[in-house]
Every structure is written in C-alpha cells, then in structure tokens.
C-alpha cells in the first residue's frame, strides 16, 4: 500500500472522547522508547507525524492519524515506565484498556517489542492480556539494526516461545528499523490485507 495521505486528526483522554468514525483502526502500542514513533513517521513517511519524544511517559494521549482518507493510524501511549505518578499512569492505562477492549472499530494491534532484548515480562503480560480479550494483535519487533542479525533472530525466537507457553496459536510477526527503513512495506500490506479482508 502507498501512503498518499497522513494527517493528524484528535487526541482523546479516554474512550468516551474517542472521534466518532468508520474507518477501521490499527493501534501501535509497547514500551515507552520502543520506537513506535520512530516506526509511525516511517510508516507514514513523515519525519514528524507523531514526535519523536525524549521524556519518556510525556505523551499520554490517545492519537488519531487518518491514513489515505481510509483508514485510522492511532497512536496509544506507551506503557512500562516509573516516572509517571501512580495516580496518573492508573488513568491512562484505564484509557488504553478500555479503548483495546472496546473500541468497536479496532481491527488489530501492533504491538512493538524491541529486538535489542531477550523476552520482557512486561511485554509477554500484554500480549497474554491481548490474547485473553480475543483481541486480534500481531507484533513488529523494533530497531533490528542496533544488534547482529543473530542475536535479534535468537531474541525473536525466545519471545515467541516464551509467549506460546501462555497464549495460544503463534502470532504475525513484522521486523523494524527506522534506519534502513525495514518493515515498511510488509507492514503496509498487511494493513491493506486487513482492510481487503
Ligand atoms: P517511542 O518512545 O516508542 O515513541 O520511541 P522513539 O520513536 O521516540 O524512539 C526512541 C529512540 O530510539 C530514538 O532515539 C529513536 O531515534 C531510536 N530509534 C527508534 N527506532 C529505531 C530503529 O529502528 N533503529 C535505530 N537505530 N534507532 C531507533
């Protein structure tokens, strides 16, 4: 699929403040520093669709991007991170757990993991919690160029196992780098495929 068109549209709080719309959602979440708005502007091939943030945790809004006037490209905050306040990340986890389990026109979640690293608890409770609420997800594992090719193929790999020991069935996987633009294309087809479908 080629991008012809990538514009901001709102940030909402919550679900209830949502935009009303038709158009099928694709939602990119993980760690705070991932990548994922590294990975957002190249998808979009854009250098600043969605910033590229220095302190973690900053953004905490749900973000709505209409991709080609067809489909919704939404951003939601990162998760995993201490310097939030208690109080604060308890809202915008409610946020996020809501609109993932609600959210009626949300057809999959990318969930980003990054490849530099062998298996993160926190990673694999997300993806048993997508799993658990039948909510279709696929993963893209991130900045493939920062390790050799060997050790980002063994961290996959014990990511995937680790997770079929919780979850049923082995999901799509994607792999990323911003840097040599890897990742693109697949990831837009798949996208296209689900529309398709
Ligand atoms: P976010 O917090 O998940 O949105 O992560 P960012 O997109 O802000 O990226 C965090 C840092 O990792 C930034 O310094 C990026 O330039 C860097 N980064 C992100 N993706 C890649 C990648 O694929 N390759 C490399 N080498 N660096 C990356």
Known sequence: MKITSANFLTSSPDLERCP??????????GRSNVGKSSLINLLAGRKDLAKVSSTPG????????????????VDLPG???????????QQFQR???DYLAQREQLSCVFVLVDSRLTPQAID???CDWLAVGGIPFV??????????????????EKFLEALSERVEGEPRYFMSSTKTGKGRGEILDFVDQV???
């Open 139 to 156: 993963l893209i594992f991130t900045k493939t160029d920062k390790s050799k090719a060997g050790k980002v193929k063994a961290n996959v």
């Open 124 to 126: 694999l409770d997300f």
């Open 58 to 73: 900053a953004t905490r809004l749900i973000n709505f991007f209409v991709m080609n006037q067809g489909w919704m490209l």
């Open 195 to 197: 529309l398709k479908a």
């Open 95 to 97: 946020a996020v757990s």
């Open 20 to 29: 009303e719309s038709e158009l099928q959602e694709f939602a990119f979440i």
């Open 79 to 89: 998760y995993g991170y201490a310097k939030v306040k208690k109080d604060s990340r």
